[in-house]
C-alpha cells in the first residue's frame, strides 16, 4: 500500500452544508485541500466521498493518516 503525502501537520476548518456530498483527498497531493482536485490518478489513492449529515463546522484530517479518515483525530501529532 502506499504512503499518502502530509499535505499539512494541522487540521483544517471547513464549513459543511447539510446534505452536500464532498470528495475528501486521501492522497495529499491536491492543491485544493482537503478535497479532491484529481491529483491521485494513477495512483493506489481515490478520493473519500462523504454526506455531511449537520450544517457545522469541521475540522478535515490534511495530514492523511488519521484513523477516522475524512475527520481529524489528532494523529498528525505524532509525525
Request: aromatic share 8%.
Amino acid at each position: 500500500m502506499s504512503t499518502p503525502t502530509i499535505a499539512a501537520k494541522a487540521p483544517i476548518p471547513v464549513d459543511l452544508e447539510a446534505g452536500k456530498s464532498y470528495a475528501w483527498c486521501s492522497c495529499g497531493e491536491s492543491t485544493n485541500q482537503p478535497f479532491c482536485d484529481g491529483s491521485h490518478k494513477g495512483s493506489d489513492f481515490s478520493p473519500v466521498m462523504f454526506k455531511a449529515e449537520e450544517t457545522k463546522t469541521a475540522y478535515l484530517c490534511q495530514c492523511k493518516h488519521a484513523s477516522q479518515g475524512v475527520f481529524c483525530d489528532g494523529s498528525h501529532k505524532g509525525l
